[in-house]
């Protein structure tokens, strides 16, 4: 079965440094993999895709994620924070037409 | 800049009226699917089309949920008679068959009170 672990429910980091969101995935197969963000009582906006083409994904906003197969990683990253990415992120799996979610992380930026 | 539009963004209601909600897919989109926000829950599907044919509602209650497509450019949920339990924020997302990403509208927050 196909499954979604994010490992941190809260993520706090200081204005201008580096973000990392932590995700694990399970599945039977190569599968499709997204991380989609979520500011505050707003809807839910596509940051980056994987779909085997490369495994390093550059997203919108300065994000991007590394595919690790070995370690069913698909981890996001952000070399500097701005106050603007606080906002729960969510990590996805696409099994057919469904989208397996993650818990999400709230991402805490502090001045 | 294609997007997905839903009305009413915010709804409040009274225990037991008829809640109506509207989605627009993105033109050219074959695919929607109608989502449910709540803390306690996360994001939960209740129902996907294709081609305007339902093909799975498994997650929908069935005796007060129902979803349709009138035509191509409207999807529709509805609640009769709505619940306090109901109360959530509903998200329409859109897609092409064959690529699997979903596009969200904005979402309808529905109070039921």
């Known amino acids: 079965a196909q499954s979604v672990t994010q490992l941190d429910s809260h993520v706090s980091v200081s204005e201008g440094t580096p973000v990392l969101l932590r995700c694990n995935y399970s599945s039977s197969y190569s599968p499709s993999l997204f991380w989609y963000v979520q500011h505050p009582n707003k809807g839910l906006q596509l940051l980056l895709k994987y779909t085997s083409a490369a495994t390093l994904v550059k997203g919108i906003n300065g994000f991007e994620a590394e595919f690790k197969k070995s370690e069913t990683s698909f981890h996001l990253t952000k070399p500097s924070a701005h106050m603007s990415d606080a906002a729960e992120y969510f990590c996805v799996v696409s099994v057919d037409y469904q989208l397996i979610w993650g818990a999400g992380t709230k991402l805490i930026i502090k001045p | 800049d294609a997007r997905v539009t839903q009305t009413p963004r915010h709804k409040v209601t009274e225990m037991g009226q008829e809640v109506t909600m509207r989605c627009q897919p993105i033109?050219?989109?074959?695919?929607v699917f109608w989502y449910r926000q709540t803390m306690m829950q996360g994001l939960e599907l209740l129902a996907y089309f294709r081609n305007r044919a339902p093909l799975d509602d498994s997650g929908m209650p069935k005796d007060r949920f129902s979803a349709e497509m009138p035509d191509a450019t409207l999807a529709t949920l509805k609640i009769q008679p709505s619940e306090p339990r109901d109360s959530a924020v509903y998200f329409c997302a859109s897609g092409r068959s064959g690529a699997d990403t979903q596009y969200f509208g904005p979402g309808t927050r529905l109070t039921v009170l």
């Open positions: 033109l050219g989109h074959n695919t």
